[in-house]
């Protein structure tokens, strides 16, 4: 059974870091992609990053990286903004290609909540 388990999340303040981890089991994820996606209250799901691959609003602020040997995916956020308050979900998808669309993905996580006050 495939299990993503997110962790890392809570409450900073703007202008804050945080590192979001992803371990994955039932699976290697190794030849396969893994991507953050996040969701605010009242707002879609949205792609967030990947390896390599950013939406414009993280753009020099947020990391993606894997550690292979622990099968593990992270996220190191920098520069924390209240806009980044959501619901951070971690998820993965067969292929190399990352894709920006949340149906792509054959996995996901449970999510943990990041919230930035101002």
């Known amino acids: 059974q495939v299990q993503l388990v997110e962790s890392g999340g809570g409450l900073v303040q703007a202008g804050d870091s945080l590192r979001l981890s992803c371990a994955a089991s039932?699976?290697?994820?190794?030849?396969?992609?893994m991507a953050w996606f996040r969701q605010a209250p009242g707002k879609e799901r949205e792609f967030v990053a990947g390896i390599a691959v950013y939406t414009d609003s993280v753009k020099g602020r947020f990391t993606v990286s894997r550690d292979y040997g622990k099968n593990t995916v992270y996220l190191q956020m920098n520069s924390l903004k209240p806009e980044d308050t959501a619901v951070y979900y971690c998820a993965a998808k067969y292929g190399i290609i990352t894709s920006t669309e949340p149906r792509r993905y054959d996995y996901w996580g449970q999510g943990t909540q990041v919230t930035v006050s101002s």
């Open positions: 039932g699976r290697t994820f190794s030849s396969d992609t």
